[in-house]
């Protein structure tokens, strides 16, 4: 429902029924009165919940909409850039009531309040930023989520989610960090804390800088239980990337659990290094997925092809700016 959301649900014949039984509810802050009242008598069951909120003009009786719910599951928070702060800090702090249920939390901007460190039972937590990545996120420093499971970000500061993840209890099993700019001294922490505190990560997304690889060697041998690996390589950053050192740690050190690695960069290393890949690890672990996303400089699909009839599941993918899921 957005916030030109007018019509007058009230008059339609089983309205109440139809709406206490909703279980997923997106709407905007600026919500029409008559309609967001009538959401309030009725809807008491919303386990996930997506709430806009608008730069002006928000209602403040959404408050009394979350305070009814008897168990809220899910919650996601699109938040302008600029909205009224204490519209916003009121509306975080309604949901601590529900810090006890709440499993999954989405949100696209630094909190206001500390509301997060409630939710003490938060399984995923998904966090954006619309702003510069060199803005800082100090609501995680001291943030522990004890049960937190999956961690997905995107332009969130490296230290920050660094200090996050040292935070948690070596329960999280998905990983999935941007192109967010990563120093040299900045990547080598997070991929060491990953190593050394998510002993059961299974998914991980995550970019390598070139004088790093050797950390990544120690984070596959680190974590037996890895499945899927996304890396990103930033050949702005790297323009003499070793694809060769990565290529050989790969088959050398991977988990025999790994089965799906994902690539995605501006430039591919050329067709005879990945031949020796693809010949090492044919060796090594035949069944595996590999899926590449590139520009258009340089076109391996003969390469790609000829691998694909000798049992290893190759999917070329051209380069573009927002990174791929694993699906």
């Not at 649900?9 to 009165?33: Q, R, W």
């Not at 930033?234 to 994902?262: A, G, H, V």
């Amino acid at each position: 429902m957005c916030k030109n959301f007018v019509h007058q649900i009230h008059l339609n014949h089983g309205a109440e029924l139809c709406f206490s039984e909703i279980e997923f509810l997106s709407c905007s802050t600026g919500i029409n009165d008559s309609v967001l009242t009538k959401l309030i008598e009725s809807c008491n069951s919303i386990k996930e919940l997506k709430l806009i909120i608008e730069l002006e003009n928000n209602n403040h009786g959404i408050i009394k909409l979350i305070e009814a719910q008897r168990k809220l599951f899910n919650i996601d928070i699109i938040r302008h850039t600029y909205a009224n702060e204490s519209f916003c800090k009121i509306l975080e702090n309604s949901l601590i009531k529900h810090a006890s249920t709440i499993q999954n939390c989405k949100i696209t901007s630094q909190p206001l309040t500390n509301f997060l460190s409630s939710f003490v039972n938060l399984k995923e937590l998904d966090l954006g930023s619309t702003t510069l990545t060199d803005t800082s996120w100090n609501c995680l420093e001291n943030l522990s989520l004890p049960f937190l499971q999956i961690l997905k970000s995107s332009s969130i500061p490296i230290g920050d989610l660094t200090r996050l993840i040292k935070n948690t209890n070596g329960e999280l099993i998905e990983i999935k960090i941007d192109y967010t700019r990563h120093d040299e001294i900045g990547n080598k922490n997070l991929i060491q804390t990953i190593y050394q505190k998510c002993p059961n990560i299974r998914i991980l997304t995550v970019l390598i800088r070139n004088c790093n690889i050797l950390e990544l060697e120690i984070l596959l041998i680190s974590c037996q239980y890895l499945n899927r690996l996304y890396i990103l390589i930033s050949n702005l950053q790297d323009p003499m990337f070793d694809w060769d050192k990565l290529f050989e740690i790969l088959t050398k050190s991977s988990p025999t659990s790994l089965y799906k690695i994902i690539f995605h960069c501006h430039k591919l290393p050329v067709l005879e290094t990945f031949k020796l890949f693809f010949d090492n690890w044919k060796r090594r672990h035949p069944n595996m997925f590999l899926k590449i996303i590139y520009n258009k400089s340089m076109n391996p699909d003969e390469l790609i092809e000829s691998y694909k009839s000798e049992g290893i599941l190759v999917k070329k993918f051209i380069y573009h700016q927002r990174t791929e899921n694993f699906e």
